[in-house]
C-alpha cells in the first residue's frame, strides 16, 4: 500500500520568510495529493491539492509542487503570517483509500 | 448549513464495553471515511465507504466495524475497546465516489478506553 512520508516534524520561521515542507510517497500509481492544515483543537481542513497531471498550483500566499519523476511533493508558503503557526499534513491517494504523513507543526514568530 | 457532525464529542469508557461513535453529513456526499489521529503518526484511515452498502478497509481497521445503511450516516463500532484504541476520531465525507476530492471533518470525537 501507500506510504507517505513527511519533513520536517518542525518547523519554526519568521514572520514573511517562507517556509517549505516536504512529502514523498512510495506508489507511483497515486494521483491526487491534498495538503490540509490543522490548527490548535480544530479539525483538518483543505488548504490546496494537485493532482498527477499538474506539476505546479498556486493560491495567493500557497503553492504546492509535484515531481512525478522522484515522487515527491511540495507545500511552500510565502510571507507567512502568525495565523500559519498550525499542523500541515500532506496526503496521497490512488484509488478509495487516503494515506496521510504525519504532520509538520510550523510555527511563525512575530 | 452543510456539516459533518459527530456523537459523543468526548467519551471515557472501559475496556470491553461496547460502543458506537456516530456520523452524520448533510451534504448528499458519496464518499465517507473514518480516521484516527494519534501524535506523531498524523492521520490513519480506518474504514471508508464509497456509498450506502459499499466499505472497505483502510490503513488500520483492526478492532473496529462501520455500515453504510443510509447515505447521511456512517457509524463507527468498537465491539470490544481496548486502551490501544484510546485516540481522536474523525468523520470525513467528500463529494463523489472516491477519496480524490476535498475531505470535509467533523469535530472529532476524543476517546478514552481506561
Known amino acids: 500500500g501507500e506510504n507517505v512520508e513527511q519533513h520536517p516534524s518542525t518547523l519554526s520561521v519568521q514572520e514573511g520568510d517562507s517556509a517549505v515542507i516536504k512529502c514523498t510517497y512510495s506508489?507511483?500509481?497515486?494521483?491526487?495529493f491534498p495538503w490540509y492544515k490543522q490548527e490548535l483543537g480544530k479539525r483538518p481542513q483543505l488548504i490546496i491539492d494537485i493532482r498527477s497531471n499538474v506539476g505546479e498550483k498556486k493560491d495567493q500566499r500557497i503553492a504546492v509542487t509535484l515531481n512525478k519523476t522522484a515522487k515527491h511533493f511540495s507545500l511552500h508558503i510565502t510571507e507567512t503570517q502568525p495565523e500559519d503557526s498550525a499542523v500541515y499534513f500532506c496526503?496521497?491517494?490512488?484509488?478509495?483509500?487516503?494515506?496521510f504523513g504525519a504532520g509538520t507543526r510550523l510555527t511563525v514568530k512575530p | 448549513e452543510a456539516q459533518v457532525t459527530q456523537n459523543p464529542r468526548y467519551l471515557i469508557t472501559v475496556t470491553g464495553k461496547k460502543l458506537t461513535v456516530t456520523c452524520s453529513q448533510n451534504?448528499?456526499?458519496?464518499?465517507m471515511s473514518w480516521y484516527r489521529q494519534d501524535p506523531g503518526l498524523g492521520l490513519r484511515q480506518i474504514y471508508y465507504s464509497m456509498n450506502v452498502e459499499v466499505t472497505d478497509k483502510g490503513d488500520v481497521p483492526e478492532g473496529y466495524k462501520v455500515s453504510r445503511k443510509e447515505k447521511r450516516n456512517f457509524p463507527l463500532i468498537l465491539e470490544s475497546p481496548s486502551p490501544n484504541q484510546t485516540s481522536l476520531y474523525f468523520c470525513?465525507?467528500?463529494?463523489?465516489?472516491?477519496?480524490?476530492?476535498?475531505?470535509?471533518f467533523g469535530p472529532g470525537t476524543r476517546l478514552t478506553v481506561l
Open positions: 470525513a465525507s467528500t463529494p463523489g465516489t472516491s477519496g480524490r476530492g476535498e475531505q470535509f
Open positions: 496526503a496521497a491517494t490512488y484509488n478509495n483509500d487516503m494515506r
Open positions: 451534504m448528499n456526499h458519496e464518499y
Open positions: 506508489d507511483s500509481a497515486s494521483n491526487y
